[in-house]
């Protein structure tokens, strides 16, 4: 199994930044794709960001392009997620997960392992 543990939300204004973390442990050594979701209350998991585990390659939701940058530390176990640029629609709770199977995908259902979010509130 993995672990995994969200950390750095909070309330920032409209224009400013955040970044989040998450933090793995257990079976990271088959982790191959960590992925950031976000969701608001009575909608789906919308995908933001994911990113390689194990080489280079990062993929982004078109709403988030240009203002989010995802990254790793594997000798952390940790992936970010820098959010620049906020918008009032940006606040959700986000969710760090991990697939060990797909090597890149934005389906949720493909993920294995969640943390338990963490919220970010952008406000006007």
């Known amino acids: 199994q993995v672990q995994l543990v969200e950390s750095g939300g909070g309330l920032v204004q409209a224009g400013g930044s955040l970044r989040l973390s998450c933090a793995a442990s257990g079976r990271t050594s088959s982790m191959l794709l960590m992925g950031w979701f976000r969701q608001t209350p009575g909608n789906e998991r919308e995908f933001v960001a994911a990113?390689?585990?194990?080489?280079?390659?990062?993929y982004y939701a078109e709403s988030v392009k240009g203002r989010f940058t995802i990254s790793r530390d594997n000798a952390k176990n940790t992936v970010y997620l820098e959010m620049n640029s906020l918008k009032p629609e940006d606040t959700a709770i986000y969710y760090c997960?991990?697939?060990?199977?797909?090597?890149?995908?934005?389906?949720?259902?493909?993920?294995?392992?969640w943390g338990r979010g963490t919220q970010v509130t952008v406000s006007s």
């Open positions: 997960a991990t697939s060990l199977t797909a090597t890149m995908t934005e389906v949720d259902t493909e993920y294995d392992y």
């Open positions: 990113s390689h585990w194990k080489w280079d390659g990062t």
